[in-house]
Structures are given as C-alpha cells and as structure tokens.
C-alpha cells in the first residue's frame, strides 16, 4: 500500500529529521571549535611546519564546495584506503573539517587583535604558556569573536543539509522522501525550510545573548 | 528675496534657533557671524532645505521650502558651497561641475561641460578639469565647488564656513575668488569664522547668539563702538576673535 | 592502492565540458544575483515602509534557509505551477535568488557608508531622489563594495557544485559519472577540490585587480 497523503507520522519523520541535523550540527560545531581554535593557537605560536600545514588545509578547505569534501570523504576515502566509512562518519569528520577551517581564520583574527604586548607581560609575571592561553588569550578572544562565530554557526548549519545527499537521514533527507512520496513539493519544502529558519534564529538568538553576557563582564564600569 | 521668518530649529532637547528673521535682497553680502553652537550653519541648512523647520518659514523668492513641490524651485535658485567641499568622488571636476545643470537644467552635456571648463578656467583650475577630487588639494576641492553652485546660476550663493577646513594659504585663494564674485554683484550669504574678510566684503553683519539673532547691522556701523561693539556678548565676542 | 592521477587524462575533455558549464551558470548567476541585489539594496534603504520590509523579509528567508531546500523548492515546485525549465535554467535561477539576498546585503552596506555630506551637495543642487541615487549613491557603492561582492562570487562559484542535485552535468556532477566510471573516486575528488581552490584563488586575484581599477581615481594621493 503506498500512502500518498500526509499523515501524522510525517510530523514524527520530520522530528526525527530535525534531530539527526541538529545533532550533527552540535558535534560537528563543538569539534570545529576546538580544531579550529587549536589550529589558531598553533599559528599564534608559529610552530614550524605545523603552521604552514595547518594554513594550507584551512585555505583548501575554505576555499572548496562542502558536497566536494563529503564526497572524497565519503566515496573516496573508502575506496583508497580499504575502510568502511557510514554516511554519517563521512559528515562529521567533513563537516567537522570544514566548520574548523573558518573558525581558524575568526580565532585567527581574534587572537592577533589581543595584541603580543599582553602576552609578553604574563610571560614576563611569570605564568606559563598553559596559563597565558586560559587567563588572557582566551577570554578576550571569545568575547571578540563570538558575533562572526555565530553568523559562521548559522551559515553552517544550512551546510549540514548537504549530508542528505551522501544518505544521511537529516531533515533534508526526510524532505526528499516525503516530496517524493505524496508530490506535493510546495508543502514539503516550505516546512522543511520553515524547520531550518527556525533553528537557524534560535543559533542567531542564543548567540546574540553570550554576545550580549560576555560583553558585559568585559564592560569598563567606571573608577 | 530671501526671506527666513521666526525660523526655530529644536535638536532634542536643544533650541539651536530660536525665532531667527532675516531677509536677504539681491546684490547684497551678508555674513553670519557667532560662537560655535550658535545656530549659523543650521539657518543656512534651513535655508537650503537640508533642516525641516520646527517653527517659522523660509521663502527664496517666494517659493516655500517646507513645500516639496515648492522645494525643488527654491533649490534652483540658491546654490550651496559647503566646509567639507562634498565633492562627487567618482566624478572629475568637469562632470562635478555640470551635473546638475544636465540633470536638473536640463541643458546639453556639450554645452554644460563647455560652461564648466569656462568655471574652472575663471578659478584658475583650467588644467584640472579632467582631475579627481581625490588628486586635488583643498583649496582646489574648495574652488571645483564654488564652481559647481555657480554652475546652476543661482540667485543667492549659499556659502557655509566654506574656508573652516583649509589652511591659510589655501583660505587666501578661495577668499579671493569670493571677494571677486561679491565685487561682481553675486548675492551671498556667508557663514563665517574670518572676521577680516567679512569685514571687508559683505554689506551687512548678522550675529547670532545661542539661537537668538543679537544684531542685523551694516558693516561699518557693526564695527563701530555705538553700534555692535556696544553690545558686551559682540565685543567679548571680536575680542576673543582677535586675539586666536 | 597507488594515487594515479592518470587514470583522469581521457577524461580531461567530459570533465572540461562540466567546466565550462560550471562557468556559465556561474556568470549568468553572477548577473542575476547582482541585477537582484541592487534592486533589494534600494527597496532596504527606500523611504517607503512596505518595501522596506519586503525586501527585509526577503534577505532574512533566503540567508537562513539550505541552498539545497531552496533548489528543491524550485525544481519540483515550478513544474506544479505549469512552469517547465530544464535544470539549468532552474539552477540559475535558484542561485540569482539566493546570491541576490547576500549581494544586497553588501550593497546595502556600501549604499549606508556613503558620506552624507555627497548625498546633500545633491539634493540641494536639485537633483531628483531618482537622479541622485542613480548618479551619485550607487556607483560609488558598487565602487567600494568590489571586494565584498567579490566574495559572494566566489560563494556562488562553490554553491553552485549542489547544482550537480538537480542532475546538471556542471562540473562536479561530471566528476561523479567520471569517478563512478574509473573506480577511483579518490583521486576524481581530490583534483576536483584542487580545481575549485585554484577557481576561486583565480578570481579572487581577479577582483583585486577591478577593485583597484576601478577605484584608482578614488583613492587618495600621498602628497
């Protein structure tokens, strides 16, 4: 029997979708963050080599379409390497991968604008490199970057629908199977669109409030 | 005429004019003159339509400048130079010069650009007219500007502290080429810090004092010690003038 | 398994031709997202109040919903309303309207930086709203916006890879046939990656070069 109406359960489907996207863009996030900060540190420090090669494969990584790294990823990575990869290991080491290559550029940026004089006199006081990164770097580079971080979050999560086309059950996924199943696209597709525009104002919403909290630690309130 | 009645202009909480009458008939040189803050540039942005009034009205010629449809008639016979010059950077000095009187005038490019390269040349900018405002000094922005108001033919030539922003060997350029249109008949009214100057040109000197026109006198009897001098706030005023 | 990028020689010429398609669709977008974006920029900064938010409402959907849902919106949806374009046409049409929310953005930008100053040397010298804006606002916001519309180009130019979704053979929808039908998925992906960096580096060289022309006249000389 093939149901080509809509019925309940496609708001369950379309749930379940939701999910898979949102967990993904979590993960995805998180891991961008850290790599993407560690990469920005590893250039603040110049360590030889490593910079250059972190660089590198941030500016390929940037600077290339997401469907092209999920399908190296997904189809040739396998294929060279003689490994099993399921559809969502591809999508979170590439969109992992891609999230980090434009959170090294923001960190980048955020770090250089704390300027090495400060850096220099916590030396000099005496903390280590550790410390330095936790106390002085860090705080003033969060605060700094967190408006771009969440544009690039936004914009990222819109790049996870991509993963629907290597298999992965996400929100984009469940849309293409239920366009297909009851032909009624205009329906279909503006839910599916409705679900991520939401998601995407709550990133924007949350965003803009730790915008607003870091802000006001870092605030100058007066003698 | 030019005709400025009751004209009040409030900024939040501030009063910047405060029932301001003045009227300018043709062939005159009126200079504005006054402390910072007293309201000398906004009257000129009243006059031109670049401040809505809160009080009062503004007529050039008759024509309202509340009124829109009014507007664009007054605007075509009073011509603006402005201190920051506001020169269109992506323009050469020619295509500055004759834009509006292509656009507004509705006159031939040939014809328009001939009449602007005339401008410069009586400037003394002959050679500059293909240049960029970027590629010109102040003093040469400053001139591309008269030229561009003259350009329109106004009727009142509107000139808004137009030698603030250059230093003084640039000031002397620009103010004899003001000097010479006033000694041509050119009606104008100035907003200005050279005491000197507006001494030596205008017919008449208006002071303006927080809002309040103080004294709208001849020349000779503002400079003279029954006349303007007599009041304290001028005097102070002169004095402190003198002594920068 | 050896990396043999030769196995790709014979199929230089099909991968060309994806290229070339690529290339097309890209400028024809480029246009339409351009042509777009003005329009919305100057309904955003008009004086009337129901543009003003249309053209909001515009920008605020077409940013914070997937490229992939709007293109399925459009494939699908169009045929229901008698509308038949093959999927080029529809792929163009798909990026124009979503590079024109980004574009007018960055117009918008340029539009607001203008000094105010220029703006009113216009109007009292007469000119109509129209004029002015034609004349005098946007050339010199298009003159300094080069740079950032630049990169809404080099976006388009990688967005435009899910195009390969809608089946266009444009460049990365040919490397899927040429990978699936050599095997060797690994090396068609990591020269197509290559390829798209190398693009982009390309035009980015490229507006350098217009920014700089074009606004040779305006920049100001060291005295």
Known sequence: MRYAEFTWFDLVLLAQGLGVTLG?????????????????????????????????????????????????????????????????????????GNTAAFVYVIAVSAIESIGRDQVEAARVFGLSRWQVLRHVIAPQALAFSIGPLTGLLVNQLQVTSLISVIGVLDLAKIGNILNLRTLKPFIVWTAVGLLYYLAAKAIAYLGARAERRLRAHSAWKGL | MLKAESVRKVFGTTTVLDGVDLTIQPGEVVSILGSSGSGKSTLIRCINGLEKLDGGRV???????????????????????????????????????????????????????????????????????????????????????ICRALAMKPRYLLLDEVTSALDPEMTAEVLSILAKLAAEGTTMLFVTHEIEFARTISTRIVFLDKGKLLVDLPTDQFFAPAGGLAQPRIAQFLTKMRKD | MRFDLSILLPHLGFLLEGAVLTAQACALALLGSFVLGALVATAITSASAVLRRLAAAYVDVFRNIPFLVQLFFFYYGLPELGIYLDAFATGVLALSIAGGAFSSDVIRAGILAIEPGIIEAAQVSGLSRAKTFTKIVLPIALRTSVRPLGSVFINLILTS???????????????????????????????????????????????????????????????
Do not use: C
């Open chain 3, 161 to 223: 890879s899910i195009l390969s979704t809608i089946t266009l053979n444009e460049l990365t929808g040919s490397a899927k046939i040429v990978a699936s039908d050599t095997f060797r998925p690994f090396e068609v992906y990591f020269v197509l990656l290559v390829a798209y960096a190398v693009l982009t580096w390309a035009v980015s060289i490229g507006i350098g070069l217009l920014h700089r022309r074009l606004n040779r006249d305006m920049m100001e000389q060291v005295s």
């Open chain 2, 59 to 145: 007529t050039v010629d008759d024509f309202d400048v509340s009124k829109p449809r009014e507007l664009a008639e007054a605007r075509k016979r009073s011509g603006t130079v402005f201190q920051l010059f506001n020169l269109y950077p992506h323009m050469t000095a020619v295509q500055n010069i004759a834009l509006a009187p292509i656009e507004v005038l509705k006159r031939p490019r040939a014809e328009a650009e001939a009449e602007a390269r005339n401008l410069l040349a009586s400037v003394g900018l002959a050679d500059r007219a293909e240049a960029y405002p970027a590629q010109l000094s102040g003093g040469q922005r400053q001139r591309v500007g």
């Open chain 1, 24 to 96: 993904l863009f979590l993960a995805t996030s998180l891991i961008g963050l850290l790599v993407g900060s560690a990469w920005a540190v590893i250039r603040f420090y110049r360590v030889p080599v490593l910079t250059q090669v972190v660089t590198f494969l941030a500016e390929l990584l940037k600077n290339s379409p997401v469907l092209v790294q999920l399908f190296l990823i997904f189809f040739g990575v396998p294929a060279f390497f003689r490994i099993n990869l399921t559809p969502v290991d591809a999508a979170l080491i590439t969109l992992s």
